[in-house]
């Protein structure tokens, strides 16, 4: 078991003292004399941090030098900058919302019920996203974030809602899908809170 100082372990990834003293923040293992155990640190950067660059430096070093490798599909290259398993989560919670809205649409709901349907459903997989990837280790998804919070989707185009509404004839009126919406989650949360 090798014992590092946070400075050795900075100069070892080619990172800054801050930048591990801020993993040390985000629960990063330290010993009772303020040292680190090396491979510890090394494999906990490996399993709960994101990569920020392709360089040799930081996470990729990281990466490079830890034992454990949990995750398989671990890459030292990006995807729209994320890592690919977040890429991939990002992807679908940024498409679902139009796919649901468009399939509510063609099954006869009025505009205001594909809403709200479209935003449920991308919420509910945001969720389910968030707990799968923080239980693999991906930092702040084990903290309670959510995909759309840590990574948003804003880049991924929503659903054409007034071409939706043309489609079966109404007009789109945000407010109005916003209200109905309200409407609903506080059904459910009257419904959850009954259950419980």
Known sequence: ?????????AAELKISKARVSQYVKAG??????????????????????LSQTYEDKGVVRARKLAADRPRLMRNAFLVDGYEPEVAIARSIIGRAETI??????????????????????????????????????????????????????ADFPGPDWTALARQIGSAF????????????????????????
């Open 1 to 9: 078991m090798a014992i590092t100082t946070k400075a050795a372990l």
């Open 28 to 49: 990063l293992p330290v010993r009772s004399d303020g040292k680190l155990n090396r491979e510890e640190a090394l494999n906990w950067i490996n399993r709960t941090q």
């Open 100 to 153: 649901v809205a468009r399939s509510a649409v063609e099954a006869g709901a009025p505009i205001e019920l594909a809403y709200a349907l479209s935003v449920l459903v991308a919420n509910g997989l945001d969720e389910a996203a968030a707990q799968a990837l923080g239980a693999r280790g991906f930092e702040g998804f084990s903290q309670g974030f959510t995909v759309g919070e840590l990574c948003g989707t």
């Open 173 to 196: 009126d945000e407010a109005a899908c916003e209200t109905f919406l309200a409407k609903v989650e506080a059904r459910d949360a009257a419904s959850e809170k009954a259950t419980a």
